[in-house]
Nanobody, 120 residues
Framework: QLQASGGGFVQAGDSLRLACEAS????????MAWFRQAPGKEREFVAA????????YYADAVKARFTISRDRAKSTLYLQMNSLEPEDTADYYC???????????????WGQGTEVTVSS
């Protein structure tokens, strides 16, 4: 089970940190990721991390501003979002897969969304 939290309403330029608590076993072989879905748009890849090695992957739109990380002891995934823009407004979802990929179909376990709204 994945439980996401940390969303909110912020101004452009502000920061937020999302968290996703993973229960039920997240193993070194797993990949954890963040996706987002804006109203009327398809769900899109944001960032991913290999649970074991910590290797990270980012969408070009967020690469310089967002940082994905994990605390294995706490079984928690994070997304630090800096310099937020109105275009970052979306519901953010955490997800788990057995191998790396950037499409939603690659991920079989999903948390509920946490809403992020960035006002200009």
């Amino acid at each position: 089970q994945l439980q996401a939290s940390g969303g909110g309403f912020v101004q452009a330029g502000d920061s937020l940190r999302l968290a996703c608590e993973a229960s039920g076993g997240t193993y070194s072989s797993h990949v954890m990721a963040w996706f987002r879905q804006a109203p009327g748009k398809e769900r899109e890849f944001v960032a991913a991390i290999r649970w074991g090695s910590g290797a990270t992957y980012y969408a070009d739109a967020v690469k310089a501003r967002f940082t994905i990380s994990r605390d294995r002891a706490k079984s928690t995934l994070y997304l630090q979002m800096n310099s937020l823009e109105p275009e970052d407004t979306a519901d953010y979802y955490c997800a788990r897969a057995v191998r790396y990929g950037t499409t939603p179909n690659n991920f079989h376990y999903w948390g509920q969304g946490t809403e992020v709204t960035v006002s200009s």
